[in-house]
């Protein structure tokens, strides 16, 4: 048809395919190969990760100030056997073999079984165009795809197309494309083999899954060159571990992060904070996090305070914190134009040229919360100085973080409600530092040139939370900070937790929750969580009590809602619902030892702590379209419900012995269950051997010293790492921290429990231990740090 649904056809320039191998050479890392018409090279990181590199022109671009990626020096050699033989070149790890027809410059790597993986499309290999360079890659039966970042929808993104381009993602739903977070990352698993991608590129880019053409995947991107690695795994696990060492890791952050968070746009005086924290500790409903959106400000001046609505700033942050409350303000990157207004932060960075310029020189202007605004160019890193010390007007008074907002940039080219489109910078505007070179235009044939906001937009976001987070670092030297953004990049884990941004009062997107915050989790980015109850919109009591139960088990766990909607806090659906999330806040507060081991987990191997069943259980291909059952950590289970008027559901239980949170009975998988989920009851299941520790309640962390410790501990075999601190003091160089092996086995007809000597300077408080064996019984005992030995 010449116009279906009223677009044109299109004709694209057709791909140049690359030619076959010429030439070939090696040094002690890098395997070259010269093309007739290009060249590439693979480089070998470690036994199990592979850079890949397309160069059209032939000549690399050099590396980038801001790289998010570990520089190829900075890996420690690896051996690696290189075959060049007539038809091909093979190159051999201790993990797998790459193999590179020279004819067709195909690549195809192997496991130790001979198991393909990333292997080339025949077809089209790797090619250029006009504007793009792209690489195509064969899908295997069973195979599955997983990560991309921040995505709406269902785990498996098999037959789907995802663009990487940070935009602010405004009612988004399960069709939305596009969104706050650019992650090129996946990973592909099929049964025994599994590998990961990461797309390193910043131009836009994206990833086709078998959409164009059935049984073949495809990466593009508008920069210059393909640039992308390889990550074997063969299990989830293995692959987050070496990506995350190839991106970064999340720093520990401060346990009160982990706590219950209260936010609303907006609290919009120090009266109406004050009455808020009243409530929660009149109604013994646990909460450490209170935070202020965008009308705690004089007229949206980021850095600065009303004087008539909030007119003793520091005295409200004290008197929070004497009540048990870190306050944490919002902070978007527009600054107010104002000049000859003795606004300091306009004054400063005009005065130094820290805004983003036009081509011609022109300071760019776009509108957000304060009207008019110009936007620091967060890519230099002089302005991210400057920037990161603003905050200490902050911190100087108490306040403990910073919330990042509107950074994709989310610019209107109107005045906010008169009906204007979203703009980012031009793409043609210089970013970054004074002198860099940038990359080649796409197609490869421009010259070098700075970097332009076609280059890095999706970096803005990133950079503006780099800039906060190393700012409080320098101001809060002795204690961690807690920053959240809405926009970042690969790599975001570094500097910020993540939140899915502006989502809505619906069960759909309670439902779509878990696979969302579990292929951030897939993308190395552990810390992350959606506004429970629903930002926009209005929640009914089920929906509300539904989503706290689930939100108990969000990594963040921070209830939100929007100007002009019904107020969302626990106690506004009546007392069935308050009580329903109290007990499920206070179950989340019981939690944080066990919660606390997972997010040390993060920060020393990069892996997820709200988790889809198939990282634990990769070979079982009933977990890999299952999106609605979550694991926090590897034992406890969630089933949640999120449908109204539900109280039964469909529950899978993978391989092994499980038990019922809640009642003790008893499974043997693998098996289907039909659990009995009132509102009160959201099913929780526990895989045999688990190892929890727990706390009692409190309303804050840190309320009392704890002078109970709670090991529940379910019969089967397993060994735990438990890590404590004082979960408040830089974790940079600090060997402050103790760590205990507890074990779990059985000889015979007995259950055997072992809690090793404790290791470490740290020392609890004075407390009890209770070693409960569940449905057994228990032992108590005073904690001194020795080794201890039970048979049940």
Not at 380 to 399: A, E, M, N, P, Y
Not at 633 to 654: C, D
Not at 695 to 721: F, T
Not at 736 to 746: D, G, H, M, R
Request: net charge negative; aromatic share 14%; hydrophobic share 40%.
């Amino acid at each position: 048809m010449p116009q279906y649904f009223g677009k044109l056809p299109s004709t694209n320039q057709p791909w140049t395919t690359i030619g076959s191998v010429q030439a070939v050479n090696w040094s002690d890392r890098t395997v070259n190969f010269e093309c007739t018409n290009s060249s590439f090279q693979i480089t070998i990181l470690a036994p199990n990760l592979l850079r890949v590199r397309l160069a059209p022109t032939g000549e690399f671009s050099p590396r980038r100030s801001w790289a998010v990626t570990v520089d190829d020096s900075e890996w420690a050699k690896v051996p690696f056997k290189v075959q060049d033989i007539e038809a091909a070149v093979e190159i051999t790890t201790e993990q797998i073999r790459v193999c590179v027809q020279k004819q067709e410059s195909c690549l195809v790597c192997f496991d130790k079984d001979n198991r393909p993986f990333a292997q080339d499309d025949l077809d089209m290999r790797m090619g250029w165009r006009m504007g793009a360079v792209a690489g195509w890659k064969k899908i295997y039966p069973d195979e599955h795809f997983f990560g991309f970042g921040e995505r709406t929808g269902f785990l498996d993104k098999l037959s789907q197309v995802k663009t990487n381009w940070t935009v602010d993602a405004l009612d988004y739903d399960a069709l939305t494309d596009e969104m706050y977070q650019a992650i090129p990352f996946f990973m592909a698993l099929r049964p025994d083999v599994g590998y990961g991608i990461f797309f390193n590129t910043t131009f836009w880019s994206q990833f086709d899954i078998g959409a164009e053409k059935p049984g073949v995947w495809k990466m593009e991107t508008r920069g210059g060159e393909l640039d992308y690695y390889i990550i074997y795994g063969p299990e989830p696990a293995q692959i987050l571990n070496t990506y995350t060492q190839l991106t970064g890791r999340m720093p520990l952050p401060p346990k009160w992060a982990l706590g219950y968070h209260q936010c609303r746009w907006s609290y919009e005086s120090e009266d109406v904070v004050h009455e808020l924290a009243r409530e929660f500790r009149q109604r013994r409903i646990p909460c450490d996090v209170i935070h202020l959106d965008i009308d705690y400000m004089r007229g949206y001046r980021v850095f600065t305070w009303s004087p008539k609505r909030f007119p003793d700033p520091a005295k409200l942050v004290s008197d929070l914190a004497k009540a048990g409350f870190k306050t944490v303000t919002i902070i978007d990157p527009g600054v107010k134009y104002e000049p000859e207004a003795n606004y300091h932060v306009f004054d400063r960075g005009i005065a130094n040229d820290y805004f983003v310029r036009k081509a011609d020189g022109q300071l760019f202007h776009g509108y957000v919360w304060p009207e008019k605004a110009v936007f620091p160019d967060f890519l230099r890193s002089d302005v991210r100085q400057w920037w990161g010390d603003l905050h200490k007007s902050l911190t100087d008074i108490g306040v403990a973080g910073i919330w990042n907002d509107m950074n994709e940039p989310a610019i209107d080219n109107r005045p906010f409600g008169d009906g204007g489109e979203k703009i980012w910078f031009p793409l043609d505007a210089p970013q970054g530092e004074a002198g860099e070179q940038g990359s080649k235009g796409a197609g490869g044939n421009l010259p070098a040139s700075a970097s332009t906001h076609l280059e890095v937009h999706n970096l803005y976001g990133l950079m503006m939370a780099k800039a906060c987070a190393e700012g409080l670092q320098r101001h809060r030297q002795q204690e961690r900070s807690f920053v959240l953004t809405r926009s970042g990049y690969a790599g975001v884990q570094r500097w910020s937790s993540v939140w899915m941004g502006d989502n809505h009062s619906l069960w759909e997107h309670l439902e779509m929750s878990l696979p969302m915050l579990c292929n951030m989790g897939l993308s190395g980015v552990a810390f992350v969580g959606c506004d429970i109850g629903g930002f926009a919109g209005n929640a009914t009591a089920e929906l509300f009590a539904r989503w706290m139960q689930v939100g108990m088990l969000y990594p963040l766990m921070r209830g939100h809602s929007a100007m002009s909607t019904a107020r969302h806090e626990p106690w506004v659906f009546g007392d069935r619902t308050e009580n329903i999330c109290r007990e499920y806040i206070n179950l989340r507060y019981q939690l944080l030892p066990y919660i606390y081991n997972l997010f040390w987990e993060a920060a020393q191997t990069g892996a997820p702590i709200l988790r889809p069943l198939f990282y634990h259980f990769p070979s079982d291909r009933q977990t890999y379209t299952l999106y609605d059952q979550v694991l926090l950590g590897a034992s406890l289970m969630a089933a949640p419900v999120y449908r109204p008027g539900v109280e039964y559901r469909a529950v899978y239980l993978p391989a092994g012995t499980w038990y019922d949170w809640w009642s003790g009975e008893c499974y043997a998988g693998p098996t289907h269950i039909l659990s009995y989920a009132p509102l009160e009851r959201m099913p929780l299941y526990v895989r045999g051997g688990a190892i929890i520790p727990m706390q009692p309640v409190q309303q804050y962390v840190d309320e009392l010293p704890l002078d109970q410790l709670h090991l529940r501990i379910w019969p089967g075999k397993n060994e735990y790492l438990f890590f404590e601190d004082d979960g408040k003091s830089n974790t940079s160089g600090n060997q402050n921290f103790a760590l205990t092996k507890i074990s779990v086995f059985t000889e015979g007809k007995q259950t055997i429990v072992e809690i090793s000597p404790r290791e470490g300077e740290w020392t609890p408080p004075q407390r009890e231990v209770i070693v409960e064996l569940v449905g057994v019984g228990e032992w108590r005992f005073q904690d001194d740090g020795r080794g201890h030995s039970w048979k049940f």
